[in-house]
């Protein structure tokens, strides 16, 4: 289990967490790591616009890699994530 801690913006972010006053308000995201292949982790919790850069914390909170990502086919649901290890 992970949790992506981000700022995501836009209209497509859950919980309207793009405000009226342009500020992004933070929001943390649970899921599962699905898959791990050549140093990037692919992420089953949400990462919509303006995600990229957020890091992806296991359970002792240890950043395990940074999302850079997403499928558009997953519309938000699956992340990419570089590794840290």
């Known amino acids: 289990e992970i949790v992506v801690l981000g ?10 967490r793009a405000t ?3 500020v992004a ?6 899921g599962l790591v699905s898959k791990v292949a050549e140093g990037t982790l692919v992420v089953d919790a949400y990462a ?3 995600s ?3 890091p992806v914390l296991d359970a002792r909170g ?4 940074v999302v850079f990502g ?3 086919a997953s519309a938000g649901r699956v992340a990419l994530a ?4």
């Open 7 to 16: 700022f995501p913006a836009g209209a497509e972010a859950p919980q309207e």
């Open 20 to 22: 009226s006053d342009g």
């Open 25 to 30: 308000r933070p929001a943390l995201f649970r």
């Open 48 to 50: 919509g616009r303006g």
């Open 52 to 54: 990229s850069g957020s």
């Open 62 to 65: 240890a950043v395990v890699g």
């Open 70 to 72: 997403a499928p558009a």
């Open 82 to 85: 570089a590794s840290s290890a």
